[in-house]
């Protein structure tokens, strides 16, 4: 399966601090995006990294892309509360494959 | 707005009976997506649109039937052949044919087996 890994499968901080979550996967890819979902709603797209990027920035949100590791990261800073969610990395192919992603708990 | 309406959000089926579950878009996308997500095991693909009428299975297609005779619907059937079917399950869209594009969600639908 081509499908990504997020690491760790749950994270709990405080409001303020930062909070970086990684994605491996395992065939090259041409593009990486990442996305967030809300308990029991759809997904929502963040940011997308090409294949010949190595960092991008959005925002509070910096992506970082290792094609010779085959692994990228999300750092969130300054996290608020509202950043409370599921993070997915997911990869390119044929189709969109999905990781089984990230519970980020950000406690007030 | 432009968007992805999925409905019903919550149903419930008897088992041996099936149900349709309603996609729909109006972002004159031409790429439709269904994904299946259980606890703990992310986003696995149902089946999945690039035109009309014509459609392809993804990883976890048995039990699931679709069609795409408009470009705007992507109607998912889940069939009694389905022996787990309680889940929730997600629509997306992206605008062009292959991956390459960002996929924009609906907001889910959860069914049941009872």
């Known amino acids: 399966s081509q499908q990504g890994e997020e690491d760790p499968q749950a994270l709990s901080i405080q409001e303020g601090e930062n909070a970086t979550m990684n994605c491996s996967y395992k065939?090259?890819?041409?593009?990486l995006q990442w996305y967030r979902q809300n308990s029991g709603r759809g997904l929502v797209h963040l940011i997308l990294i090409r294949s010949n990027e190595r960092e991008k920035h959005s925002g509070r949100l910096r992506v970082t892309l290792d094609t010779s590791k085959k692994s990228s990261s999300l750092l969130i800073t300054a996290s608020r509360a509202a950043d409370t969610a599921s993070y997915f990395c997911a990869t390119d192919g044929n189709q969109f494959y999905f990781g089984t992603g990230t519970s980020l708990t950000v406690i007030p | 707005d432009g968007g992805i309406t999925q409905s019903p959000k919550y149903l419930f089926r008897k088992e041996g009976q099936n149900v349709t579950l309603s996609c729909e878009q109006n972002?004159?996308?031409?790429?439709m997506y269904w994904y299946r997500q259980d606890p703990g095991q992310g986003l696995r693909l149902i089946y999945y649109s690039q035109i009309v009428n014509d459609f392809q299975k993804g990883d976890i297609a048995e039990g699931y039937s679709v069609s795409r005779e408009k470009k705007e619907s992507f109607p998912l059937t889940v069939t009694s052949a389905q022996k787990n079917p309680t889940a929730f399950y997600l629509c997306?869209?992206?605008?062009?044919?292959?991956?390459?594009?960002?996929?924009?969600f609906g907001e889910g639908s959860r069914l049941t087996v009872l």
């Open positions: 972002l004159n996308h031409d790429a």
């Open positions: 065939t090259s890819i041409n593009n």
């Open positions: 997306a869209s992206s605008l062009g044919q292959g991956s390459t594009g960002e996929l924009f």
